[in-house]
């Protein structure tokens, strides 16, 4: 176009381009600094950390509603009375399925009559789901979890040194059974080789053990399975072997 060639014209075109030039730069700077802004928000509040979310999950009182901090606007609880904070155990993890993922929280609450973990009732459950879904990020749902716990099964071969009383180990054997149970990392992976050192750590007298046949769930598994409830309770018949040396 000749009339670019006019200084008058090339004048204009140049202003033209500042303002435009100006406006971009000032949206972009503006969109930098809303994404420095929410990235500061989301790192000093540690949302979608594993923390972030199994906090307010164990942070949960039940029958008891939570207020706002006229000034954080954050909402929190009156005061902490933790009788009523019924989730005693909290895992969550990132689920990969093919090209898809979804966030995943499971919980268990201890069961009043049996002292054992366990899913939370309807009810409970409900009340959780209504808590929690305070504190998910917008855009980002948790899949909550409360399951059965998984039921697991297995054989045994225990090999115990023949100067021990035979009931006595038995005993034993019965008292590490629960206790290696009530101390399983919830979410945790089990492993037959680590069940089969506790027993012998934790047992005097015993020389070693082999489990077989193990199961989670009547399903069969060989050396290590993963626990979609996220706890375990032992099924029965446990078959027991016991051999002195």
Do not use: C
């Amino acid at each position: 176009m000749p009339e670019l060639n006019s200084g008058s014209i090339a004048a204009i075109v140049n202003k033209i381009a500042e303002a435009v030039g100006q406006a971009i730069d000032n949206t972009l700077t503006e969109l930098n600094n809303t994404y420095l802004l929410i990235t500061n928000i989301i790192v000093n509040k540690n949302y979608g950390h594993i923390q972030y979310y199994t906090d307010y999950a164990l942070m949960y009182q039940e029958g008891v509603d939570l207020i706002v901090d006229p000034i954080t606007k954050k909402l929190y609880y009156a005061t902490i009375d933790a009788n009523k904070q019924i989730i005693k155990q909290a895992a969550f993890e990132e689920v990969v399925t093919g090209s898809s993922a979804s966030l995943v929280l499971k919980v268990a609450y201890t069961d009043p009559d049996t002292g054992l973990l366990a899913k939370l009732p309807t009810d409970k459950k409900a009340a959780f789901d209504s808590y929690f879904a305070n504190f998910e990020i917008l855009g980002l749902p948790v899949n909550k979890i409360s399951n059965d716990p998984n039921i697991l099964v297995f054989d045994a071969l225990i090999t115990y040194n023949k100067t021990f009383d035979l009931t006595t180990i038995q005993n034993n054997w019965a008292t590490a059974l629960i206790a290696l149970r009530d101390t399983f990392q919830f979410n945790g992976v089990f492993y037959n080789y680590y069940f089969e050192n506790y027993m012998v750590t934790n047992i005097p007298g015993v020389l070693s053990v082999y489990l077989s046949n193990t199961t989670i769930d009547t399903v069969a598994f060989s050396g290590s399975t993963k626990l979609s409830a996220g706890y375990f309770n032992y099924g029965t018949p446990l078959n027991l072997t016991y051999a002195n040396i």
